[in-house]
Nanobody, 123 residues
């Protein structure tokens, strides 16, 4: 079992930045990780995913060039740096962990562990 706790959400004006963090209860270096988001009335979608070592990342087209996913395995923490935020980025953001077999998957069903989410509101 891995407990994940997100933080860093908040309200920001368009064009602003936020940095989300996801702290894990135990070592996560064996897990591939991802950030997902869910806006009201919409399905949860993948935003960014990262390999176990952090060397390989993928991004949804809607955030490419604006968001950066990273991880610090020594601190058991996953990050999402979000720049040039837009109103359409408003959503609850979740971090999740998956096995290497489904590493960098965009399918939320492949993820084994989830955090409780942190709200991001862009006005």
């Amino acid at each position: 079992q891995v407990q994940l706790v997100e933080s860093g959400g908040g309200s920001v004006q368009g064009g602003g930045s936020l940095r989300l963090s996801c702290a894990a209860s135990r070592s996560t270096f064996v897990w591939c990780m991802g950030w997902f988001r869910q806006a009201p009335g919409k399905e949860r979608e993948a935003v960014a995913v990262i390999s176990t070592g952090g060397g390989v990342t993928d991004y949804a087209d809607s955030v490419t060039g604006r968001f950066t996913i990273s991880r610090d395995n020594a601190k058991n923490t996953l990050y999402l740096q979000m720049n040039n935020l837009k109103s359409e980025d408003t959503a609850m953001y979740y971090c999740a962990a998956t096995t290497p077999r489904t590493c960098r998957s965009y399918n939320r069903a492949d993820y084994n562990f989830w955090g409780q989410g942190t709200q991001v509101t862009v006005s």
